[in-house]
């Protein structure tokens, strides 16, 4: 039986975690169970940071347990553009979050939890971490297929991946987190995690493609209630402490305080698009005006989320060379966003002649830009 | 613990030599629960090779994904270096050191190796020893923990948050009475120290969390004087701030601003104001809006200004017209693209609704309803953003009365709404009654409009709105 605290039990915990690297007085040294209350990827995300950063690790492990409303998450030096469907995710109300650990992109929703384990630096060991929640997998359905493999994947029946993994190491503390995949939507997550960007080189970490199952589907009398309490009980049992939960609320900055400056900077486009390692672009696109087919090749280096350099190959004269060179111009130096070139090349519209057929070819090609974004 | 001190201390370089000699001295004699320190003789600027530590998990080799300093800048001892990443692990590697980046050995997507040169650091002289091992367990300052230290032979207790600010201020801790437990020096004995030196506030140290605040007596006797109608003298004491101007290069929204605006400037505005009663628009907007509600629209005050606006372009149809950039012709647009100004996070955009000379006031709304979704999630498209013939701004949600709005090329006409007040008036009686009162600003491009058609344009449309039945007659 697992128990569930209230928050006021947790404010008395953060009463003492807050104090920086104080000792634990209570008799309960060893494991400390957290759930989160939100389902916000940044909030979520934030206290990750938050527990990081503040909690006194030396002698205690933190397992820390939450779920997210649909959002990407991509590792922290990827490139969204390279990894998923950016225009899909905008279209659906998708959150895409940029974590501080490394690894690969990986779907949420409600349908898949999420594990995180800290340490201190010494003790990170990911194996053991990834061998308990397999343990308990088995303890709550003996003939479940399920193993670790040696990329610190959990594979179910030997082939489909339901976890992945990703660690953070900082300079006292480290955290390795894993997903589970128990009842994800899975149209949504292989139609997300499918670039349409073209032509993009880079270095940033590339992900590998899985097949993936949910354990629903392997076993539909599970929940995702019953694996979370699964989890919990292994850790409890193996810190030898009470199978205690507590629950976090991540808004609450008097339990955490700092915490909704780590929520903002997560989700600032300087963290999310502009950490992008430098990539560059180089794609053709034809585009139909009237009767004819034009050829159109576009060549764009990008750096910290934002245009360094730009090329535009257009059918000689088809637009003013002046345009192009003031479009050239306009681009360089601005986010590689959708929003922004919008918001530029209609500007731009206002300031040249009030000629239709100028102002169709234009629209024509910043839209056909605007779709590489 | 003792590492960490001289780190506070290295910005404020008239403490450092005083200091730096005494943590040496007292250095050699700790003995703890730290890693040995290593003396050494040590000569001006020595360049140290850090060296990247051990991952953990048998791990030999990582990419360097993110330098966070470049060569020449200073660091701190704990201060990020760089970020590195092996097998879906980051890892953020920490200087050792307090010191100056002289090389980096590798380039960014390069492969590190564990145990070889990071970076090279060159370390101030006057630091004296650096420890051989990685100070990693070193615990960061805890309010807690209480530490020893030898002075002139004689043991001073104080905790590390009482010795920064005794340190910070100049203050030998041997001179302080301790008032704590077993003669403890606390917070408030330095504090009591400095209010017997001077009443001067002293410059905080750029990490400093406690500042001597200025002791509350000397504030009060001054407030006092002032009823007897003198004028206070402030205490002269120097006035520190450690803000700095930042620099950027002006991109996007702004840039997009920068441009438009440019182009307004050749325009000769003319301003035409107004104030409108709009007591009986408010009621029928009442009325309204459940209805408009249970058709999934929101209702607000704009469908209305912007159809009356396209009933007096009807009218006044120069108002809705362009200029070509020689000012040779004069080209009346057929339909009325009103534009309505919107605040986003990112900055100002301006889409329109299209053809509102064949919208119902409820199409109005419901197309609004849609570019005010796009507009604040950043998914407005270029068709929505181009075409604009005539444009309202409604500052009034944000506040102000009158306001004097720029004209956006190649329009010539724009118009700012301001705030709704509730003002006496006087009515045909000449009894007083509560009006709800609203101004407008129009500017018109004086090239091609004058101000009798800007002022007929706008007492039509006012008569529109302050009447609104009258609307219903010149409706198609």
Same mark, same amino acid.
């Given at each position: 039986m697992v128990l569930r605290s209230s928050l006021k039990t947790c404010l008395q915990l953060a009463c003492i975690l807050r104090t920086p690297k104080a000792g634990f007085r209570s008799t309960t040294s060893g494991g400390l169970i957290f759930q989160s209350v939100s389902n916000d990827v940044y909030q979520n995300l934030a206290v990750e940071d938050w527990i990081h950063d503040h909690v006194n690790l030396e002698n205690r492990q933190?397992?820390?347990?939450?779920? &997210?409303?649909?959002?990407?998450?991509i590792g922290r030096h990827q490139n969204p553009w390279q990894e998923c469907n950016l225009r899909l995710l905008r279209q659906k109300n998708i959150k895409l979050a940029r974590r501080r650990s490394g690894g690969g992109t990986?779907?949420?929703?409600?349908?898949?939890? &999420?594990l995180t384990f800290f340490t201190n630096r010494k003790k990170y060991e990911r194996m053991e971490n990834l061998k308990l929640v397999v343990k308990a997998l088995k303890a709550l359905r003996p003939q479940l297929d399920v193993h670790v493999t040696d990329r610190y994947d959990i594979l179910l029946d030997r082939q489909y991946k339901i976890s992945g993994t990703a660690a953070k190491l900082g300079r006292t503390a480290a955290y390795h987190h894993c997903t589970l995949l128990c009842n994800t939507d899975k149209c949504v997550l292989s139609s997300v995690l499918k670039s349409p960007y073209k032509g993009l080189k880079s270095n940033a970490t590339p992900s590998v493609p899985a097949s993936v199952k949910n354990l629903l589907d392997e076993d539909p009398g599970l929940t995702c209630e019953m694996i979370l309490n699964a989890i919990a009980e292994e850790y409890a049992t193996h810190h030898q402490v009470d199978h205690h939960i507590t629950l976090i609320n991540p808004a609450d900055e008097t339990v955490l305080p700092g915490i909704n400056n780590k929520t903002e900077e997560l989700q600032t486009w300087e963290w999310v698009y502009g950490k992008t390692p430098k990539f560059s672009i180089s794609t053709c696109f034809n585009m139909v005006y009237r009767d004819s087919i034009l050829d159109i090749k576009v060549d764009m280096d990008v750096k910290h989320g934002r245009i360094e350099a730009c090329n535009i190959d257009l059918p000689e004269q088809w637009l003013p060379p002046a345009l192009c060179s003031e479009l050239v111009k306009s681009l360089t130096g601005s986010k590689f966003c959708p929003n922004e070139t919008t918001t530029l090349t209609t500007t731009m519209l206002r300031l040249c002649p009030q000629d239709d057929e100028l102002h169709s070819r234009w629209n024509l090609l910043c839209e056909n830009m605007i779709t590489l974004m | 613990v003792c590492i960490h001190r001289v780190r506070s201390c290295s910005s404020i370089h008239f403490i450092k030599s005083k200091y730096v000699c005494v943590f040496d001295k007292s250095a050699l004699k700790f003995s703890h629960q730290q890693r040995l320190f290593r003396t050494s003789a040590v000569s001006c600027g020595q360049i140290v090779q850090f060296k990247l530590s051990d991952i953990g998990e048998g791990i030999t080799e990582v990419t360097v994904k993110e330098w966070y300093i470049k060569e020449g800048d200073s660091v701190s001892q704990f201060d990020? @270096?760089?970020?590195?990443? #092996?097998? =879906?692990?980051?890892?953020?590697?920490?200087?050792?050191?307090? !010191?100056? @980046?002289? =090389?980096?050995?590798?380039?960014?997507?390069?492969?590190?190796?564990?145990g070889k040169p990071l970076v090279d650091i060159e370390i101030d002289a006057s630091k004296g020893v650096a420890p051989e091992e990685d100070v990693v367990e070193t615990p960061p300052m805890s309010h807690e923990e209480h530490t020893h230290q030898e002075i002139k032979g004689h043991k001073t207790l104080a905790t590390p948050a009482v010795r920064r600010l005794a340190m910070e201020n100049n203050i030998k801790l041997s001179e302080v009475v301790g008032t704590g437990k077993d003669n403890r020096i606390l917070k408030e004995d330095i504090l009591n120290y400095l209010a017997k030196q001077t009443g001067a506030i002293l410059p905080p140290s750029p990490k400093a969390e406690i500042i001597p605040p200025?002791? /509350? #007596?000397?504030?009060?006797?001054?407030?006092?004087?002032?009823?007897? !109608? =003198?004028?206070?003298?402030?205490?002269?004491?120097?006035?520190?701030?450690?803000?700095?101007?930042?620099?950027?290069?002006?991109?996007?929204?702004? =840039?997009?601003?920068?441009?438009?605006m440019s182009a307004a400037l050749k325009i000769p505005h003319f301003g035409y104001c107004d104030e409108i009663?709009?007591? %009986?628009?408010? %009621?029928?907007?009442?009325?309204?809006?459940?209805?408009?509600?249970?058709?999934?629209? /929101?209702?607000?005050?704009?469908?209305?200004?912007? /159809? +009356?606006?396209?009933?007096?372009?009807? %009218?006044?149809?120069?108002?809705? +017209?362009s200029l070509d950039e020689s000012c040779q012709n004069v080209t009346y647009k057929a339909s009325h693209n009103i534009g309505v100004a919107m605040d986003t996070e990112q900055g100002l955009i301006v889409p329109n609704v299209k053809n509102v000379q064949v919208c119902s006031v409820f199409e109005i709304a419901s197309e609004l309803n849609r570019l005010q979704s796009l507009g604040s999630a950043g998914q407005?498209?270029?068709?929505?953003?181009?075409?604009g013939t005539f444009t309202l701004s409604n500052i009034g949600t944000i506040g102000g009365t009158y306001a004097k709005p720029v004209i956006l090329p190649p329009e010539v006409a724009i118009g700012a709404l301001g705030k709704i007040q509730v003002l006496p008036r006087f009515n045909g009686k000449g009894e007083v009654f509560k009006a709800q009162i609203m101004n407008v600003s129009w500017s018109a491009d004086h090239r091609i409009i004058d101000g009798a058609t800007m002022a007929r344009f706008s007492n039509l449309w006012k008569s529109y709105l302050e009447n609104p039945a009258s609307m219903l007659l010149d409706l198609k």
């Open positions: 933190v397992l820390f347990l939450w779920r &997210n409303s649909p959002a990407v998450v990986v779907y949420h929703d409600l349908g898949n939890i &999420n | 990020s @270096i760089c970020e590195v990443q #092996s097998d =879906k692990a980051s890892v953020t590697i920490t200087s050792r050191y307090d !010191g100056i @980046i002289r =090389k980096l050995h590798y380039n960014l997507d390069e492969i590190a190796y564990v200025l002791p /509350k #007596s000397e504030a009060v006797p001054a407030a006092a004087k002032d009823k007897a !109608g =003198k004028i206070p003298v402030p205490v002269s004491r120097p006035i520190v701030f450690s803000g700095k101007d930042k620099t950027e290069p002006v991109t996007g929204f702004h =840039k997009a601003m920068v441009k438009t009663d709009l007591t %009986q628009l408010v %009621q029928l907007r009442e009325e309204l809006k459940p209805l408009a509600q249970i058709r999934g629209v /929101k209702l607000s005050f704009m469908p209305f200004f912007i /159809k +009356a606006a396209s009933l007096g372009l009807l %009218q006044y149809p120069i108002l809705n +017209a407005l498209g270029t068709n929505d953003l181009t075409g």
